[in-house]
Nanobody, 125 residues
Framework: QVQLVESGGGLVQAGGSLRLSCAAS????????MGWFRQAPGKEREFVAG????????LYTDSVKGRFTISRDSAKKMVYLQMNSLKLEDTAVYYC??????????????????WGQGTQVTVSS
């Protein structure tokens, strides 16, 4: 059974930075793609960034390109989301997710079978 545990959320001023972490356990993740999604109050969950575990290829939604960086540490089974130049509109609950049959990173949440519990990111003015 795959388990994903996020950490690193919190309150930060606009323009600041946070690094989210996702600890993955339970499987070998070589064939997986890992994604970060977020959901703001009253909005649908949206894809933020993703990475293929074996090749390290990445994909970002347009609104975070140049500000967010996704990475993974295979030895530690950790996935990170470095968030810089945070904006008020980045406020949301952020979720780590795993897609076990990933030939590429997909932005659709239905492809991801495993989800963490989420971590709150709040950006203040």
């Amino acid at each position: 059974q795959v388990q994903l545990v996020e950490s690193g959320g919190g309150l930060v001023q606009a323009g600041g930075s946070l690094r989210l972490s996702c600890a993955a356990s339970g499987r070998t993740f070589n064939t997986y793609a890992m994604g970060w999604f977020r959901q703001a109050p009253g909005k649908e969950r949206e894809f933020v960034a993703g990475i293929r575990w074996n090749f390290g290829t990445t994909l970002y939604t347009d609104s975070v390109k140049g500000r967010f960086t996704i990475s993974r540490d295979s030895a530690k089974k950790m996935v990170y989301l470095q968030m810089n130049s945070l904006k008020l509109e980045d406020t949301a609950v952020y979720y780590c997710a795993a897609d076990p049959q990933a030939f590429r990173v997909t932005t659709s949440d239905v492809a991801y079978d495993y989800w963490g519990q989420g971590t709150q990111v709040t950006v203040s003015s």
